[in-house]
């Protein structure tokens, strides 16, 4: 039996098995905001391999100040370069899906028996001219009071008709990947109703394996690990009965031309005047900025980790679901990548002969490998 014939077989019995592009959940909160960590190759893979469509108000354009402050940091050149319109950089359409304004507001069900913001989703993907949008993301506005199962059900829907194995036509050819979020502080501490609705939020994506985009988290720990929110806390950083203080105003007055300080002050950088206006949070260049300074360091962490980037393990070779076994769900993912546009995988890993770039040769020695791991290893670059 040629070569040619064995490729042929096992893509026929590939497709019947069922896998998910996520084999943990990938949770982003105030622990993934050291953007120092992140190889430059994940930042470049997420520049190539993603094309994000955000919708938001105002506290969700905290992400995008920040992000917009990485990218005028002159010590940063181009490397956190974005675009809304996919011109350079990141592909991040900002205000990208029309007709709903959040998730606060699009908490009702329509006469489509979803929630508004569901029905705008699907008029997006839907159309063949947006195939190439792989990432989807919604915030809040405030998120109390609001119905967080209908929230998670309505998610859910959206992951069923378009992630990977979807019902969705799209979904075989085009996956896309659905960012969750948390909502912001309101001063009410833990035993408040956000609380416990960040909570469950929280718990959902861990037990299902979601991206979760920890919107309170962030904002709730100082970059020394303090934590504030049960002080109380609100979206300025103010904290204490009375909200006499600010964390992020302290915080910078007491780390003066570090890094984090000066991207959000723009002290004794010349050509940077520090970040711009935080929504609900600070003026430009004020110290409690640094709360859209973190948050855009989370995007870009969480881009290299949809990218295809695990930072919490050694890159294992032919391991592309990052789940730290080289099984046949590994070969689909490969087969996947080299057969449809949509479908991202680390390109270190999934080079398993070492020759550049990823092709069917690969996946012959990613094949042979499973017959035989003994007699036929594996050779990334990586």
């Avoid at 949770?27 to 120092?36: F, R, Y």
Wanted: charged content about 15%.
């Amino acid at each position: 039996m040629n070569k040619i014939l064995i490729l042929f077989i096992v893509m026929i019995s590939l497709l019947a098995l069922p896998h998910s592009v996520y084999a943990q959940a990938i949770i982003i909160d105030h622990t993934n905001t050291d953007i120092s960590k992140i190889p430059d190759e994940w930042i470049g893979q997420a520049k190539s391999d993603l094309h994000i469509a955000y919708q938001h108000t105002s506290h969700g354009s905290q992400l995008v100040t920040g992000m917009n402050a990485l990218e005028n940091f002159p010590a940063f050149g181009s490397k956190y370069e974005w675009s809304d319109n996919g011109a350079g950089g990141l592909d991040f359409d900002d205000n990208g899906i029309p007709g709903c304004p959040d998730l606060s507001q699009g908490d009702t069900i329509d006469g489509n028996g979803v929630t508004p913001w569901v029905t705008a989703t699907r008029n997006l993907l839907n159309n063949a001219d947006n195939y190439h949008v792989n990432v989807i993301m919604w915030s809040w506005c405030s998120i109390n009071g609001h119905d967080i199962p209908r929230y998670l059900e309505n998610m859910e829907i959206l992951v069923a008709e378009y992630g990977e194995g979807g019902s969705h036509p799209r979904a075989v050819q085009h996956p896309v990947a659905f960012v969750f979020m948390t909502g912001h502080a309101q001063g009410q501490g833990e035993g408040g109703f956000i609380h416990t609705a960040n909570e469950q939020i929280r718990q959902h994506c861990l037990d299902n394996e979601r991206i979760l985009f920890d919107f309170v988290d962030i904002e709730n720990y100082d970059p020394d690990g303090t934590y504030y929110y049960n002080m109380p806390m609100w979206d300025d950083l103010d904290y204490n009965p009375g909200r006499n203080n600010n964390w992020g105003i302290e915080w910078c007055n007491n780390n003066a031309d570090t890094e984090l300080e000066q991207l959000t002050t723009g002290n004794g950088v010349s050509g940077y005047n520090g970040c711009g206006s935080c929504a609900h949070c600070g003026a430009a260049g004020e110290g409690n900025t640094i709360n859209c300074v973190l948050k855009g360091r989370a995007v870009w962490w969480m881009m290299a980790n949809i990218a295809g980037w695990n930072e919490r393990q050694e890159q294992l070779c032919g391991d592309l679901d990052n789940n730290e076994v080289v099984d046949i769900l590994d070969l689909r993912l490969l087969i996947n990548n080299i057969s449809h546009s949509g479908y991202t995988i680390n390109q270190c890993t999934g080079n398993v002969n070492g020759e550049g770039a990823i092709d069917w040769d690969d996946v012959w020695v990613l094949l042979m490998h499973l017959f035989n791991p003994t007699g036929n290893s594996l050779n990334c670059s990586c």
